[in-house]
């Protein structure tokens, strides 16, 4: 019989630029929540996509937007790959840049 994962059961390796952390995400899991969970430090003030301090820079990978960044993003910062932590969560294994404020 063949094991077939279930989307809910896939997980997304994210490698944490600059400090070279890697934390592990399940398939909709909220990037920002959980690393927040796992220890990690991330700048963040709202956690419903409005205040921008979360924003992070997808170096290699795809996430999955809650919301349309564009209402806190300029499209130049959307273009260069930047995403809302709160906000994202992974379609991938991801490189992230945390924007240290």
């Given amino acids: 019989m063949f094991n077939i994962l279930k989307k809910k059961d896939l997980k997304f390796n994210v490698k944490l630029e600059p400090s070279n952390k890697e934390i592990v995400l399940k398939s909709?899991?909220?990037?920002?929540?959980?690393?927040?969970?796992?220890?990690?430090?991330?700048?963040h003030?709202?956690?419903?996509?409005?205040c921008g301090t979360c924003?992070?820079?997808v170096l290699e990978g795809k996430v999955k937007a809650e919301i349309d960044f564009a209402n806190v993003l300029s499209p130049e910062q959307?273009?260069?790959?930047?995403?809302?932590?709160?906000?994202?969560s992974?379609?991938?294994d991801l490189k992230i840049l945390i924007n240290l404020i």
């Fill in 28 to 43: 909709g899991e909220n990037l920002l929540t959980t690393a927040l969970a796992q220890g990690i430090k991330w700048p």
């Fill in 45 to 50: 003030k709202c956690r419903v996509g409005s």
């Fill in 55 to 57: 924003k992070c820079k």
């Fill in 78 to 88: 959307i273009q260069q790959g930047f995403v809302l932590a709160c906000k994202s």
């Fill in 90 to 92: 992974p379609k991938t």
